[in-house]
DNA sequence: CAAGGGTTTGAAAACGTTTTCATGGAATTC
DNA sequence: GAATTCCATGAAAACGTTTTCAAACCCTTG
């Protein structure tokens, strides 16, 4: 008896199904059969033609399987990085769920400030994935008008799901957390914590899920009339929330201070607390700070960051379900909002009670 | 919105090759030779064939590409979970290099305390990718004798190129960093401090990353003779550390107590921190804290954590561009150690010298 | 024993490209 | 003007599966 690895190298070239057949003296459609599980195929057929597949290790080509299937068994997911703890999360929950189903899930990976182009759905229109999930949080909104033609274009191949507020112009499943509703939620606790001036740290209108973001911001604070601050600038770094921090404090005098800062993810959050901890403010007493996304982290900062929990996780999870029914043709197109809740901790005052 | 099924009943066919060739009425064989840029086409048949491309946006699909030409173009990459931060920061310079290549890299997720199986391996087999990236660090010591004979097998379809210490029995492409000599960097430094009794944060032989990690710290602490202090447990979240550091703490006389912590990454560090802070230690003045891997929040930790730099994205493109030539067939095996460096922050005195 | 039903099986045609090989024509050389 | 080379093109054979269709077989039943 040769070892695989014997058996192989002697062939010198890949086994294929035909080989199994010959060997098992039945026909390559037997084999095919017996490869994937299908009835009607007798016992004695099945366990002769096992036997050579096992003696070879033989493993048939997806490859080949796909292009008659025509189905790549691969999903897609559109997003702008990979190392950003929200996206992480999200995809990791999808390709756990896409993996029960027997599908991979491949990154396409667009940068921030990038447009989704024709050249780039061509990508996943070559690579004949199965579907694709798309987290449009940070598109920008001047790009917005043009994102129909495109993803109406890749639709004519594929499933769409989005993570992200519904595409006007596109007709799909849609899955997003009411982020506006989030902050009205977090201008309100600290209302009721007796804050009156509030400043938002986060860019301006610079995409869609921070538009989102500083939309509900604004809408509160004029509904419980209290003094909105912001900074006007590109912010999504920690290192830029540092910066922006300091910019806004060293240009007010310190009577016009805000009490509070509502910044507009945890990442950038942490830069915040290095910026207030090195201007020697206590946190929450001299500046209480409220972030948004509730990361692995945020429960370790110092002190503890108050948050809102947009469930990343279930995000990813629920958008890849229903983007597996889709590619099943069994999806009628919907949008699911999801609300999300404040993680009350320290940065705010973790002992007091969050408003109804 | 529309399943796979239903657009291509819509379509009522998909466009070929074929359907290009007759309406440009040139060959087939014309068509993929404009497809792919080769030479030898006319200038007036090259304009001809493109116009009637554009026109019905033809994409050729990769995969029946992919079945002759025997490449997927796929990658693989084996990593325990991509929210960690370290294996994101890889994957996605990984990603980014395979990416120019024309490449697109598929994760396939191993969770921490499982083995490599055969099964699988199996996945990345019949999915024919062309290489793969195999992030070992999260093996388990006890499961290291049972790889070379999976990982062979592996090999004989694809390329390995391993982002951990060399596997005995497997002869591949190697690229890691040194964190033995890393920790005694560590140990060196707070020894120059004049730490005399230093802690390690961080379980006992749980995986080969850690071991090394470990074996560094013990050598260096014996070599200079000092108070060497662990807990022994499984330790791998930011919550554990809390854990953990209170009970080293709990346990001892605080006349015993270490004056340094050495953590097995600053992940776990958060939680060390916290557990610090909780206590109301002053970090680093009663409790010096050295963390492990860089990571983006390290910065900006209370106070900022004194790290090792162990360049998780120079890794990821590196050994892909291995991979990658690899795959050309271009590479003898070979192992690449890398040598970490010490990023000097305030949470162990940043103003203080490094040892040379 | 013939008819009828069900189950197994194999031949052959896909799937949508790429690539090899041969051919005819144009351009170059002598 | 003939001989030679080079280039552009098409026919056809791959690539490794799945699937359809029909034939063959084995049991029942009348």
Request: net charge neutral; hydrophobic share 40%; aromatic share 6%.
């Given at each position: ?7 192989r ?13 010959r ?85 396409y ?51 769409i ?46 995409t ?54 509502i ?11 290095k910026?207030?901890h ?21 429960a ?22 229903q ?34």
């Amino acid at each position: 008896m040769l070892s695989c690895r014997q058996v192989r190298e002697m062939a010198n070239e890949t086994l294929t199904i035909l080989d199994i057949a010959r060997e098992a003296g039945v026909s390559p459609a037997t084999v095919s059969r017996v490869l994937s599980d299908q009835p009607n195929v007798s016992p004695k057929t099945y366990e002769a033609v096992k036997r050579v597949i096992d003696k070879y290790d033989f493993k048939p080509n997806s490859i080949a399987r796909g292009l008659l299937r025509k189905h790549s068994y691969t999903m897609g997911i559109i997003l702008p990085s990979i190392t950003h703890p929200y996206y992480a999360a999200m995809f990791s929950a999808a390709q756990e769920e896409a993996g029960h189903a027997g599908y991979v899930v491949q990154i396409y990976r667009l940068a921030y400030n990038a447009r989704i182009t024709d050249a780039f759905v061509d990508q996943l229109i070559e690579r004949r994935l199965d579907g694709v999930l798309l987290s449009g949080g940070f598109v920008e909104p001047k790009d917005l008008s043009e994102l129909p033609a495109v993803l109406t274009r890749l639709q004519r191949y594929m499933p769409i799901v989005t993570v992200c507020p519904p595409i006007p112009g596109l007709t799909c499943v849609n899955i997003y957390t009411d982020l506006a509703l989030g902050m009205r939620k977090a201008v309100r606790h600290l209302a009721a914590l007796g804050h009156r001036r509030i400043a938002f740290i986060g860019a301006t209108d610079e995409t869609r899920s921070v538009g989102e973001r500083e939309r509900g911001f604004y809408e509160e604070m004029r509904a419980l009339d209290l003094a909105a601050l912001t900074v006007q600038e590109h912010i999504h770094t920690p290192a830029m929330g540092e910066m922006a921090t300091l910019r806004l404090l060293s240009g007010l005098p310190r009577g016009e201070w805000p009490t509070a800062l509502i910044v507009v993810n945890d990442l950038v959050a942490l830069g915040v607390l290095k910026q207030l901890h090195a201007m020697d403010l206590t946190i929450p007493d001299e500046m209480a700070v409220v972030g948004c996304d509730n990361q692995f982290f945020s429960a370790f900062t110092t002190p503890p960051l108050t948050t809102l929990e947009v469930n990343a996780e279930e995000h990813g999870r629920v958008a890849m379900q229903q983007l597996l029914r889709a590619c099943a043709g069994e999806v009628k197109p919907f949008t699911q909002v999801r609300e999300p809740t404040l993680i009350l901790r320290a940065s705010c005052g973790a002992d007091r009670h969050a408003p109804r």
